[in-house]
């Protein structure tokens, strides 16, 4: 259960905060990426990078994002790798999802963001 403390500490935000991370993270996967500059979802990833911090045995998901991070800032993005990031990043995110526990809707808006991560990889991946 490598994310068990990460569940945790995902508990103890508040219902609101949560919800708004989650509704960010959502709506920027969501957009249209040929309307977002890559830097885009830089500020997002910082907030999940904050809760992850704060949390043991989250080495992984944290590392995924950093890396996730490092290419969205980059001059020059290799959209391949990108690609691959984000796959690896929905894998963790749906591994997750499992842990976090049956209340409320936290377990499905996980799984749809990491639904939406693979959509987007896919899209990174055709182009």
Known sequence: MRYATLAANFDMLTHEESTDLLDATTSILESDITNETPQTGTGVIDQ??????????TKEITDSLERVKTQLKSDQINANELSQLLTTLADQTAEFSTLIGPEGDLPYRLEGISSSLRSLAGQLGNS
Do not use: C, M, V
Request: zero cysteines; charged letters at 30%; glycine letters at 0%.
């Open 48 to 57: 999940w990078l904050e809760q992850l911090r704060h949390s043991d045995n």
